[in-house]
């Protein structure tokens, strides 16, 4: 495309992104209308980042998130035609964000929000339930390979911040806010049961079980990958916990099912 | 396929899906923005089947930058089509504005002037995006706060672009009112020109006056209800083209879905004297 259109549409982004008059040649009266559509802009984005990281905007605040939704625009602007998962850099983004470093566990909340619309927009599978197993001989069980729920997701955080997450998300002002995270590792797991999202923060031998699952494991492997984590872990325990959790999907044999 | 030209419908909310799905309203039907389905999966696309499984739906897509500069996005024709296919809508239809440059979505509709080069590029990439979904297309007037040195006014620049590139027209009769406020033409003059053959949809919907310089800049904010010189355009242009299908339009300050029923029920009104008067 070239002449006169091209060149309308080149001075209206630069309008958009905050250039003084650079449609003058276009418009008589850029002023008031361009500041309508920058609104419309930083506001579809706003909204778009708050509804995916509802716990960060409440315990930031209105107006810190306005900023920093406007920072990570400029950093990371929407390259797909929907927002609907948009600000999959948002977490990292927060990390490295001057302004948020007395908040230095906020991309860690910013990763359970991630996770838990990850869960909410994930592909249908159906789960498996724990009579699915039942009739399974306890050999061929031990070499099963389970996979994961495509919804679920499994984070790892550097600091101690699910609950802080789960009481930020819950819109419940009686819900009283945890006491300042602490700096300790944490693993959660977030998926979708019945159209829900669920989550947990996740004990050290759980949380190696369902990676040793998510990675391929047979459910023996997944068993000693728990023991290996905690030797004291009630294994049977957690495989039946996995299974009533629905986070588990379909089961196939490592020689076949015959 | 198509709707019934004498009932109205509805913009579906999430915040509405269990009420819109147990209505019992009587040829009710709804109107979704497809991007918010180009999801793999989850709650909202099962809503929507089920909906789906009992209403008609149409499709009014938000994000196609059909007056853009940015070739059509082919990853949003792919889960366009696939949408379409899976939900089967009565309409498509889509904006006359742009939305993306140099690969970036911006999430709203920027205007274009309305000059004889931009509709030779809007009806190329009409073309090309009709082609793309094997479908006809209703384009949408905008909502203007911008007035750009222009060859032809917005009905003729309409006129024009759904003449030659075979699309219908979706009108927006809150849009026309908004831009008639903002850029300085005759609302009345407008409703009254425009053909009606050309007419595929209309649209209500509420604006609000904007909060630093008041009435002289009208917001198209979706977040009030139908504003009353607005009805009486829609009424001056039912009286004159006969009834059409009617979307109620509300994206924010959402009331429950009684509430818009009963202003859907207005415009229903207004269609079904139509109807009785022909």
Not at chain 1, 67 to 77: C, G, I, L, N
Not at chain 2, 202 to 211: K, L, N, R
Request: some cysteine; overall charge negative.
């Amino acid at each position: 495309m070239s002449g006169a259109l091209a060149a309308y549409h080149d001075a209206f982004i630069r309008a958009v992104s905050g250039e003084e008059t650079p449609l003058a040649a276009f418009s008589a009266c850029e002023g008031l209308g361009v500041r309508v559509y920058r609104n419309n802009v930083l506001s579809a984005i706003e909204s778009a980042l708050a509804s995916n990281y509802p716990a960060v905007r409440r315990l930031v605040g209105e107006a810190f998130f306005l900023s920093a939704a406007r920072t990570y625009f400029q950093a990371a602007p929407p390259r797909v035609r929907t927002l609907t998962a948009y600000g999959d850099a948002f977490p990292e983004f927060l990390d490295a964000l001057p302004e948020a470093q007395s908040t230095p566990y906020l991309g860690a909340v910013a990763r359970l929000d991630r996770a838990w619309l990850e869960a909410h927009l994930a592909p249908e599978a159906a789960a498996l339930a724990p009579g699915d197993l039942a009739v399974m001989d306890e050999q061929i069980l031990a070499q099963a390979k389970i996979a994961l729920h495509p919804s679920a997701r499994i984070i790892t955080l550097g600091w101690r911040v699910y609950e802080i997450w789960r009481a930020n998300r819950a819109y419940d002002a009686s819900v009283t806010q945890p006491r300042e995270a602490a700096p300790e590792h944490e693993t959660a797991l977030l998926w979708r049961c019945v159209g829900e999202v669920q989550s947990r923060s996740l004990r050290a031998a759980e949380a190696a079980f369902l990676r040793a699952l998510a990675h391929g494991s047979t459910l023996g492997g997944a068993g000693e990958a728990a023991l290996r984590a905690a030797p004291e872990a009630n294994v049977s325990e957690i495989v039946a916990g996995a299974l009533s959790s629905g986070a588990l999907a379909c089961i196939s044999n490592e020689e076949g099912a015959q | 396929m198509g709707l019934p030209p004498s009932i109205a419908g509805v913009g579906l909310k999430s915040e509405h899906y269990r009420a819109a799905l147990e209505s019992t309203a009587d040829g009710l039907w709804f109107e979704v923005h497809p991007e918010n389905y180009m999801v793999a999966g989850g709650p909202r696309l099962a809503w929507l089947e089920a909906i789906r499984a009992r209403r008609p739906v149409s499709f009014h897509g938000v994000a196609a930058s059909l007056a853009g500069p940015d070739p059509l996005d082919k990853a949003h024709l792919t889960s366009l089509r696939a949408l379409v296919s899976r939900f089967e809508p009565a309409l498509i239809s889509e904006h006359v504005a742009w939305s993306a440059a140099g690969g970036v979505y911006y999430g709203d509709l920027f205007p274009l002037p309305y000059t004889q080069e931009a509709a030779r590029h809007l009806i190329d990439r009409i073309d090309q995006f009709q082609i793309a979904l094997g479908r006809r297309i209703l384009i949408e007037n905008p909502a203007s706060y911008l007035t750009l040195r222009s060859d032809m006014s917005e009905s003729a620049f309409l006129a024009e672009v759904c003449a030659r590139s075979g699309c219908g027209l979706l009108l927006d009769v809150n849009n026309i009112y908004v831009s008639a406020n903002n850029t300085g033409f005759d609302a009345d003059a407008y409703v009254d020109a425009v053909d009606g053959g050309m007419i595929g949809e209309v649209h209500i919907a509420g604006h609000e006056a904007d909060s630093a310089v008041g009435r002289a800049l009208l917001i198209d904010s979706h977040a009030a209800p139908v504003a009353a010189p607005v009805w009486a355009l829609y009424e001056r242009l039912i009286a004159r083209i006969g009834p059409r299908p009617t979307l109620l339009e509300r994206d924010a300050r959402v009331p429950p879905f009684s509430e818009l029923m009963e202003e859907r029920a207005r415009a229903a009104d207004v269609l079904s004297a139509t109807r009785e008067a022909a």
